[in-house]
């Protein structure tokens, strides 16, 4: 009875997610597109992270870098082709968005292997601050690079190109990233129920009894690292994209806790976690924003109350459902 209560939740939320978005185009309120947009992207990211944190127990502090790195990634290959100059070993830039993202993913996941192997081989607090070390290295690097923009960030002219899809229309683009945060969630499931799912919640359990039917809890969590990284690379992308910019701060510390607080407070481990947490953030931002600079003090008791009164989240909180950790 829970696990279908749950899952009419998270149709519920799949569903509210496309139609407020639509019915804001159709009522001729773009700016409630661009929420909804924001909402998906950072619901993506945060997919990613639950697959190394919700699955693997990975509490990683340096996701942050594989989200600036898929936004650096856009805006830098978009500016080379703005500008019709080589990026390097004459390699062109691009507009093409399936370009731009394959491209993301594939350096995210390529930066993610070395830190991922490193920072492995710690565990508890010692791996928090590798993963946030790494992270701020590579803050420090974009800030102080002048070619693209140093602390000030770069610019992207005019957001990049689909096949098809006039993407600087605020829904058509929020349908591209409402179906890769649909694709994210169905990797989400797969990896969940499979034998590498099975196997990375074992090591997150109990590492000597995985390692004892013969399976490496290091060779499966770096796995997982690495695909974690991938899809938040994705999603930086994608949010580069959405606001024509992307900075340093995308590389920040701040960042990767942003996404550890979605998860906390939409559910970890859950599948639409992400979702809810992404969409009560992006509310309590856009309601009380206005009001006050300080309005992430009442997103704070909100947090504290789940983290005390809900553990599995505003998920487990509706779906009356508690998970074991």
């Not at 995210?108 to 508890?124: C, K, M, N, Y």
């Not at 290295?137 to 140093?150: D, H, K, L, N, R």
Request: glycine share 12%; hydrophobic share 55%; net charge positive.
């Amino acid at each position: 009875m829970s696990m279908s209560r749950e899952t009419c939740i998270n149709i519920l939320l799949a569903l509210l997610l496309l139609a407020v978005p639509v019915a804001a185009a159709e009522l001729g309120e773009p700016f409630y597109v661009t929420l909804a947009t924001r909402v998906a992207i950072l619901a993506l990211a945060a997919v990613g992270l639950n697959i190394a944190l919700g699955l693997g127990g990975l509490v990683s502090f340096g996701h942050a870098a594989f989200f600036g790195i898929g936004g650096y990634v856009a805006g830098i290959l978009a500016s080379h082709a703005f500008e019709m100059s080589p990026l390097v070993f004459g390699i062109e830039g691009t507009t093409s968005m399936p370009v731009i993202w394959l491209t993301a993913i594939m350096i995210a996941g390529l930066v993610a292997l070395p830190i991922g192997a490193i920072s492995l081989r710690t565990t508890g607090v010692y791996f928090i601050m590798i993963t946030l070390a790494f992270a701020q290295m590579i803050y420090y690097f974009a800030e102080s690079w002048p070619t693209y923009g140093g602390a000030d960030g770069l610019s992207i002219i005019m957001r990049n190109q689909f096949p098809g899809v006039n993407t600087a229309r605020p829904l058509p683009y929020f349908l591209i990233c409402y179906c890769l945060l649909i694709a994210g969630l169905g990797l989400y499931w797969l990896l969940q129920g499979s034998r590498f799912g099975l196997a990375l919640q074992t090591a997150r359990q109990n590492a000597i009894r995985l390692s004892s039917v013969g399976i490496a809890p290091f060779g499966i969590r770096l796995t997982a690292f690495v695909i974690s990284a991938m899809v938040v690379g994705l999603a930086g992308a994608l949010f580069a994209d959405l606001n024509k910019f992307v900075s340093p701060s995308m590389l920040s510390w701040h960042m990767s806790g942003e996404l550890i607080v979605l998860i906390i407070l939409g559910g970890k481990g859950r599948l639409f976690g992400p979702v809810a947490g992404a969409a009560v953030y992006v509310l309590f931002e856009f309601a009380l924003g206005g009001l006050t600079e300080r309005w992430q003090f009442f997103l704070g008791l909100v947090l504290l109350g789940v983290v005390l009164f809900a553990r599995g989240g505003l998920l487990g909180l509706l779906a009356g459902k508690a998970r074991h950790d």
